[in-house]
């Protein structure tokens, strides 16, 4: 599932590199979309298994739940409970993404500003297409640490830490898996 999630990064990359903005974003949900799926799946793998055979879909609201999603403090308590503070903050964010994605996705109004004449490079809607993109990849790195940076084993560590610390290196409970020793 995160390969096919990476694809669509590369297909929302390309698209905003060649002024297709409107695919940028609907890609960019797709990447988002499944990415976060990824790691729900991952604790509930008879899921996985069935959206592997075509039997479940990835489901929005189940993946942003309060309840129980992946950015719930139910889901980070179980693997990673120290996060479980910083998890309102980005359900925030990703809600809003995703809402933003799905003015492209569903062609409301203004979601053509800028972009229902010519196609044509418009360097306000490519910026704010970037902006989108760091959250999403921000989002999603949220999502992978608080579902594995606990239970990863040094060398896995290692392989992450300065993008890690890059991103959530303000956050005590990321700073201290890299100061742990040697397990």
């Known amino acids: 599932m995160f390969r096919l999630a990476k694809i669509e ?3 929302a990359l390309y698209s905003a590199s060649v002024a297709q903005y409107r695919q940028a974003h609907v890609s960019l949900r797709l990447f988002f979309e499944l990415s976060l799926c990824c790691v ?6 008879i899921d996985m298994h069935l959206w592997m055979k075509d039997q479940k879909d990835s489901n929005w609201s189940s993946i942003i739940s309060n309840e129980n999603g992946v950015l719930s403090k ?8 120290e996060m479980k503070e910083h998890c309102e903050q980005y359900r925030a964010m990703a809600e809003t993404l995703y809402r933003e994605c799905s003015q492209f996705v569903h062609g409301n109004r203004n979601s053509f500003d800028g972009i229902d004449g010519e196609m044509a490079y418009i360097p306000e809607i490519l910026d704010a297409w970037v ?6 990849l921000r989002v999603v790195k949220f999502a992978f640490a608080c579902r594995y940076l606990r239970v990863s084993e040094r060398p896995q560590r290692d392989v992450v830490e ?15 898996q890299f100061e742990r020793k040697e397990q």
């Open 9 to 11: 990064y590369q297909h």
């Open 40 to 45: 729900l799946f991952s604790a509930h793998e």
């Open 131 to 136: 902006d989108r993109a760091d959250t999403a």
């Open 74 to 81: 139910t889901f980070s308590g179980a693997f990673f409970p």
């Open 162 to 176: 300065d993008m890690m610390l890059g991103d959530f290196g303000d956050l005590p409970p990321v700073q201290a």
